[in-house]
T-cell receptor, first 114, second 112 residues
Framework: DAGVIQSPRHEVTEMGQEVTLRCKPISGHDYLFWYRQTMMRGLELLIYFNNNVPIDDSGMPEDRFSAKMPNASFSTLKIQPSEPRDSAVYFC????????????FGPGTRLTVL | SQQGEEDPQALSIQEGENATMNCSYKTSINNLQWYRQNSGRGLVHLILIRSNEREKHSGRLRVTLDTSKKSSSLLITASRAADTASYFCATEVGGSQGNLIFGKGTKLSVKP
């Protein structure tokens, strides 16, 4: 298995632009998670899905952030409009049984908003 | 506030020595997991210990869990330069299916 795939690996954009991050979870995993990692705040859970349905989006910082999972093999995290404080590494992870199980992380997308 | 907090924040040792990292948490848990993150990479799962377990081993790793003290420790024996990474504990808070809360990590440096 190729593991969790994220794209792009690096994204540099200007403030106000729309940013879309993509994730392909491991086949057969029912849970998908989006995390954000910064030096100041560490690793934060933004949102997670179970069987393509958003379960908990309480970690999404603002309405500028949105996430979708149209099918079991694809999810997007969108930021519109982006701001410099959104600069971080965004990770996608998937697992069989949520927090009771191993989570498999993708390589991350390093986002820089100028 | 942070559920899990690792201690120390940074640790520097020589190759061959043992490394011990600690994690304290605040509320009751169903399980506790340890992850490793190499610089510029995603997190990699190391070991999961359930709330009814006290100790678990995996290769050179030994994890203990003391639910009365709300703490866990990760011991890496006979460390290698390749063990240089950040190590995170993560706790599953009771009643939540997906909410795994990560600490801020211990940065381990193993000098050859």
């Amino acid at each position: 298995d190729a593991g969790v795939i994220q794209s792009p690996r690096h994204e540099v954009t200007e403030m106000g632009q729309e940013v879309t991050l993509r994730c392909k979870p491991i086949s057969g995993h029912d849970y998908l998670f989006w995390y954000r990692q910064t030096m100041m705040r560490g690793l934060e859970l933004l949102i997670y899905f179970n069987n393509n349905v958003p379960i908990d989006d309480s970690g999404m910082p603002e309405d500028r952030f949105s996430a979708k999972m149209p099918n079991a093999s694809f999810s997007t995290l969108k930021i519109q409009p982006s701001e410099p404080r959104d600069s971080a590494v965004y990770f996608c992870a998937s697992s069989l049984s949520g927090a009771r199980d191993t989570q498999y992380f993708g390589p991350g997308t390093r986002l820089t908003v100028l | 506030s942070q559920q899990g907090e690792e201690d120390p924040q940074a640790l520097s040792i020589q190759e061959g020595e043992n490394a011990t990292m600690n994690c304290s948490y605040k509320t009751s848990i169903n399980n506790l997991q340890w992850y490793r993150q190499n610089s510029g990479r995603g997190l990699v799962h190391l070991i999961l210990i359930r709330s009814n377990e006290r100790e678990k081993h995996s290769g050179r790793l030994r994890v203990t869990l003391d639910t009365s003290k709300k703490s866990s420790s990760l011991l890496i024996t006979a460390s290698r330069a390749a063990d240089t990474a950040s190590y995170f504990c993560a706790t599953e808070v009771g009643g939540s299916q997906g909410n795994l809360i990560f600490g801020k990590g211990t940065k381990l440096s193993v000098k050859p």
